[in-house]
């Protein structure tokens, strides 16, 4: 997927355009990250039921969607892909709130720097 058109195309820094815009190159597909519009209501659905103090709470969820978060994608290893207007974050599939990544970059650079092995992620393999 070509996230740099992808990054021109949208016009600020939104979880929800860039989901959009991705979602509209449907005639590409990726094959370790999984881009879906209903991602962010199972995210959810496991952080209840997955619910621990070690592990990122539906209230954690609504705090960090105030500030724009978005669950835009899911690895096939189940680790999920979340952003707000400033930051990416690789969320284990375990939901451990030690384990998550924080990456200062908008979702498009992320993808980006993921795509030409600049990331550095203790999650995500090599690309």
């Known amino acids: ?13 939104d979880p929800h355009a860039f989901l959009t815009c991705v979602l509209a190159e449907t005639q590409q597909i990726d094959a370790f990250f999984i881009f879906s519009s209903t991602i962010e209501k199972q995210f959810e659905q496991n952080c209840q039921v997955l619910a621990s103090e070690e592990t990122i709470s539906l209230a954690d969820v609504t705090q960090l969607q105030s500030e724009g978060f ?4 899911q690895t096939i290893d189940g680790d999920y892909i979340a952003g707000t207007l400033s930051q990416t974050f690789v969320i284990p599939v375990s939901l451990y709130k030690a384990d998550i990544e924080k990456h200062d970059l908008f979702l498009t650079d992320f993808f980006i720097a993921y795509e030409n092995g600049t990331l550095s992620s203790a999650i995500l393999p090599s690309p």
């Open 1 to 13: 997927m070509d996230f740099q058109a992808i990054k021109e195309k949208i016009p600020q820094n």
């Open 70 to 73: 978005l669950v835009v994608a």
